[in-house]
C-alpha cells in the first residue's frame, strides 16, 4: 500500500499562528533546522491503485490537495481520488476539513463511530451543515474488532479498535470517554499481505492495541509531546499529555519504550506533532534519540511504501 502523510502536524500545525516558542519561531525565522508541517491527515490507496482513503479531513485539506497531485488524477470535469473519508476522532484538526469538501456533485462517503457522528451532528455540527452542500453519505464504523471494506477502494482491508485518548472539548463526553471517541485503524493490503497500524491519538497502549500494533508492518502512532508536562512547562497551558489523551514518548511508559518492544522488522513513524515537540529540530538531542532507537519523524509529503 501507498501511505502518503499529507499533514504531519498535531491541532494548530507547524509553526502555529499565534506561537512564538523556540521551535514555532526558530522554523519562522530559519533558526533552526526544522520542517513546516499542516495538520494531521493522511491518505492511503492499495498497491497499484489510484482511489483511496483520506484519514481525517483537516483545515489545511486544500493546501494538503494542490501539493499533492496523485489526489487530483482528473479523469473527468471534476474528479478525486479521495474515495472515501475516514474519521479517527471528531477532533477540530480531524473534522473541519469536511467543509472544504463540499463542492462534490455527490453525497461524501464518510466512516466515523457512532460517538463521533454525534459529535458532529450536535456539538460541532458539521454534518448538519454539510447537509445544506453535498451532504455525506455516512457509513458506521463498527469498533467489535470486525474487518470492513470501503467501496471504490478494492484490496484495503480495515479494522479499527477503541482507544483511550479524548473526545473533542464541545463533546459530552470530553471527561467521561465513551468506546469509540477515538480509535485506532489497522489496514491490510489484501494482495501483498502488507499492513500499518494508524493512531494519531493514542492514550494508552493497551494489550488489544499492542498486538495490532506488533501484527503491524509499520505503525504511525501518537507523537504529539516529548514531555507529560510539555505544555505546562512552557507555561502555555495547565493540563498534562495525558490529560488530553497523548502518551508523551519520553520517560518510564512512554512510547519510546513501547516501540523499543515492537519486532524488529516494524517500521515505526510519529505522526501527530504539536508545535512544542522538540522532535521537530532535526538538531536536537530528543531528535538523535529517536534516530537510536529507529524511530522516524513523519514529514508533510512523506510517501511511505509498505
Ligand atoms: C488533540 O488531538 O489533542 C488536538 O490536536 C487538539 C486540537 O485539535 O485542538
Ligand atoms: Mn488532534
Ligand atoms: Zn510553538
Redesign the pocket.
Known sequence: MRITILGSA???GFPQWNCNCRLCDGVRLGRIRAQRRTQSSIFIAPEGGVDGVLFNASPDILEQIRSQPALQPARAIRDTAIAAVVLMDG???HATGLFMLRERGSPLPLWCTDPVEEDLRQGNPILRVLGHYCGVDRHRIAIDGGTFEIPGVAGLGFRAMPLSS?AAPYSPHREQSVPGDNIGMLITDRRTGRSAFYAP?LGEITPPVFDAMAGADAVLVDG?FWTDDEMIRLGLSQKTARD???LAQSGPGGMIEWLDRLPARTRRLLI?INNTNPILDEDSDERAVLRQHRIDVCEDGMLIQI
Open positions: 498535531a491541532g494548530g477532533q477540530i484538526d479524548k491519538g504529539t488530553i489523551g497523548h501527530h
